[in-house]
Nanobody, 124 residues
Framework: QVQLVESGGGLVQAGGSLRLSCAASGRTFSRYAMGWFRQAPGKEREFVAA????????FYADSAKGRFTISRDNVKNTVYLQMNSLKPEDTAVYYCAAGDTRGVPTPTTRYDYWGQGTQVTVSS
C-alpha cells in the first residue's frame, strides 16, 4: 500500500508559477512510476506528466510541454510538478498517482494509488 499526499496548490494569476509536491509513504517509493493528472469541473481526469521509477524518463501532455516540469527525489519519497506560465485553463484539481509499472504511463488505469488532490486556480 502507498499513501500519497499532495500539497502546493493555490490561487495564482495568469503567468505565475506554482510547485506541487506529492509525498509518498508505505512501500518502496523508488519502484513506482509517478504521474500527475488533473480534473476540471465537468471534465474527465486527464494526464499531465509522468516520470519513470528512476527519474530517467519523463513524458508530458501537449498542454504541459515547455511549461511544466516533473521531477522526483527518491530519498525524500517525493515527486514534484513545477508549473510555470500558468493559464486560466490550467485551473483544476491536480492529483498525483503511483504505478507499479515500467516507463512513463499515461492512462489512469496504469496507476495503482492516488492522492486526494490539490486545487490549482489560475485567475485571468
Amino acid at each position: 500500500q502507498v499513501q500519497l499526499v499532495e500539497s502546493g496548490g493555490g490561487l495564482v494569476q495568469a503567468g505565475g508559477s506554482l510547485r506541487l509536491s506529492c509525498a509518498a509513504s508505505g512501500r518502496t517509493f523508488s519502484r513506482y512510476a509517478m504521474g500527475w493528472f488533473r480534473q476540471a469541473p465537468g471534465k474527465e481526469r486527464e494526464f499531465v506528466a509522468a516520470i519513470s521509477w528512476s527519474g530517467g524518463s519523463t513524458f508530458y501532455a501537449d498542454s504541459a510541454k515547455g511549461r511544466f516540469t516533473i521531477s522526483r527525489d527518491n530519498v525524500k519519497n517525493t515527486v514534484y510538478l513545477q508549473m510555470n506560465s500558468l493559464k486560466p485553463e490550467d485551473t483544476a484539481v491536480y492529483y498525483c498517482a503511483a504505478g507499479d509499472t515500467r516507463g512513463v504511463p499515461t492512462p489512469t488505469t496504469r496507476y495503482d494509488y492516488w492522492g486526494q488532490g490539490t486545487q490549482v486556480t489560475v485567475s485571468s
